[in-house]
RNA sequence: GAACCAGUAGCUCAGCUGGAUAGAGCAUCGGCCUUCUAAGCCGAGGGUCACAGGUUCAAAUCCUGUCUGGUUCGCCA
């Protein structure tokens, strides 16, 4: 990685702050140092005059030139050019490599990454799919870069919520026995609870229950075991799978709950008011939450606490949770209460993505699963396609408040970005299978000096780029960074397609130019399927407009 | 009243965490297919980066204040 390289040995002499920079155009180089700038005011002297004194000394070091071939100073920068010797090695290692060039070493280091775990009393609704590609992309580049993912599901199956979602349902249920019972504001009110009532009355199951109560009970776990397997099948036709479901109840039958509390009040961290047990955030005493209610159950945030331990009590050096903006409160308390069970700081990340904003008809909808007022994501699965979603998504980053407009997305899919670099690869697979040679791996390179345009040059620096952008992505979470690079590598592929040919009489040029098409094609096919989009061989045909 | 996030082209969003002339897609207008796929390429128009101060060699980016919008402030989950 050069970047790195290049930060570590300035560093080795300068011992000073200073950062490594894209120049705003390919033309001023690859990477930029601002360091006269830094230097300039500490020794009182001229940016400019310093940065040309920099740039003729680091000219001079036989390390750095064996990755630059010309460094200069602008205006007080110092510009780094990346050498055309490192670019022809690094396309010769991406194609020994193939779709591992860009992975990091093992790092023996287990992150468990929770994301979506929408509550099971519905359909999956767009709303609550945003996280669904982020995270997916996200365990994968982390992986990519060495650590040991696992993708984890929450399910809320415990507390009041699923309880109503029981009474719904039988509710629904005798009604369609011909019984009189009303059917209070508070309950989910969407049309799949009638459905699901049907296929209880279909079931038989429950015609001998003639308790209240008890049918609540088997309505709900009815109707928990039916929507989650519709939200697992929905995901997975996003494809998006999960590696562990973990029930929300579980924590209450083995008593893990019950052995937090006991750690958090042994800790001096937990308090009673009111008949119920709280959690002592600060000293202000406002923010103290709830640990168990006055009557006798756990609350959310003491199943979260609990949640957690039992990751790092299954071996996970650290935690990473993708949550709705709605839960911002939450974040502190569980921190908190994370800490006091004397885990590190770092061993928590919560990421937090912002509320979508869902446009239908030209009429922003506030979505309730109570009231079933729900953009249901299979319906719009269905019409736009996974790899549309997806890319629309990942492209963005999470704090974005996005505003999707549903008429428009269907109407435009034809036109989302995602084709633009999906037809970038089909070009190319286009290209390499017309080319006799495609697949005779013959390790001679050497035509690769043939490659000197400024389009072949600019393809090199891009793709050299991929892994530092791996690299970063798992340090810093932008995973629309990845979305960004690889639309911009194919645009920067289909300019030099449009520029130059690849297949032609000169044949060693034409060898040349084939090395590089397989390289290329490697980081796209590898940048689709980070991001879990199809890399499709051809593409017939322009969609029509409209349909 | 408080907390979190945001306000960048007509619309949807980037802007690599303080750097060089603020970018892309869509929309609008004009050009490019006898040659590896035109789902592409080239060009034009479109900006007081919400506003006002401050920090410094340098601010869309950091700080403070104001305005606007989203979300949250329950013994709901």
């Known amino acids: 990685m050069v970047k790195n390289l290049l930060k570590k040995i300035i560093s080795n002499e300068y011992n000073t702050d200073f950062d490594i920079l894209t120049p705003p155009d390919p033309k001023m180089g690859d990477y930029s140092v601002n360091l006269a700038f830094i230097l300039a005011k500490k020794e009182k002297k001229n940016p400019k005059e310093l940065s040309e004194e920099l740039a003729a ?25 990346i050498s055309n010797d490192f670019l022809r090695s690094q396309l010769l ?20 990454l929770e994301f979506v775990s929408a509550n099971p009393t519905g359909p999956l609704t767009v709303h609550n799919v945003r996280a669904a590609p982020y995270g997916d992309a996200l365990a994968s580049i982390l992986k990519k870069s060495g650590y040991d993912v696992t993708k984890e599901y929450y399910i809320n199956d415990a507390g009041n919520q699923v309880r109503l979602l029981g009474e719904s349902v039988a509710r629904r249920y005798l009604r369609l026995k011909g019984k009189t019972i009303d059917f209070p504001d508070n309950l989910y009110q969407g049309e799949y609870i009638i459905d699901i009532a049907k296929e209880v009355e279909k079931d038989g199951l429950v015609d001998q229950i003639e308790n209240f109560d008890e049918l609540v009970l088997v309505c709900k776990d009815y109707a928990l075991k039916k929507l989650t397997s519709l939200i697992i099948g929905s995901l997975k036709r ?8 973990f029930s929300e109840e579980k924590l209450y039958e083995t008593g893990e709950a ?22 002592k955030i600060d000293n202000s005493g406002e923010r103290d939450a709830v640990l168990v209610k006055s009557d006798g159950a756990y609350s959310y945030l003491m199943g979260d606490i609990a949640y957690t331990r039992n990751k790092f009590m299954r071996g996970f ?4 949770n993708i949550w709705g903006a709605d839960h911002h409160g939450d974040v502190l308390r569980l921190m908190t209460g994370v800490k006091f069970l004397n885990y590190e700081d770092e061993a928590l990340d919560v990421l937090l993505h912002q509320l979508i904003s869902i446009k239908v008809g030209g009429e922003t909808k506030r979505m309730s699963k109570r009231k079933g007022e729900l ?23 999470l704090n974005t408040h996005m505003e999707f407009d549903i008429d428009l997305a269907k109407k435009q899919s ?13 070009r190319l697979n286009s290209i390499l299978a017309k080319s006799k040679e495609q697949r005779a791996k013959s390790k001679n390179f050497e035509n690769l000096e043939l490659l000197k345009e400024k389009e072949e040059f600019l393809l090199m620096r891009s793709l050299v780029k991929f892994p530092e952008l791996v690299e970063e992505i798992s340090k810093n979470y932008q995973v629309h960074h990845l ?22 009489d000169d044949k060693n040029l034409e060898r040349a130019r084939l090395e590089l098409c397989r390289a290329t094609a490697t980081i796209l096919k590898t940048t689709l399927s980070l991001m879990g989009i199809s890399a499709p061989e051809r593409m017939d045909g322009k969609e029509s407009e409209g349909a």
């Open 93 to 112: 290692k991406i194609l020994e490599q193939g779709e591992n060039f860009g992975s990091g070493e093992k790092k023996n280091y287990k992150i468990n």
């Open 57 to 81: 000394k680091f000219s001079k070091s036989n390390e750095l030139s064996r990755y630059f071939g010309k460094i200069e100073a602008v205006g007080g920068f110092v510009n780094f050019y």
């Open 375 to 397: 953009v249901i994501f299979d319906e719009l699965l269905e019409e736009v396609g996974g790899d549309v979603i997806r890319f629309f998504f990942l492209m963005k980053d």
């Open 258 to 279: 019950e052995t937090t509390l006991r750690i958090l009040d042994k800790g001096k961290h937990v308090y009673e008011k009111d008949g119920a047990k709280w959690l």
């Open 414 to 426: 034809n036109k989302n970005p995602v084709y633009y670099v999906q037809y970038a690869f089909a």
């Open 483 to 504: 979305a960004q690079y690889s639309f911009s590598l194919a645009s920067v592929f289909h300019n030099f397609y449009e520029k130059h040919k690849v297949i032609q």
């Open 317 to 320: 050096n650290k935690a990473v």
């Open 238 to 245: 996003l494809g998006v799978e999960f590696d562990v479901w």
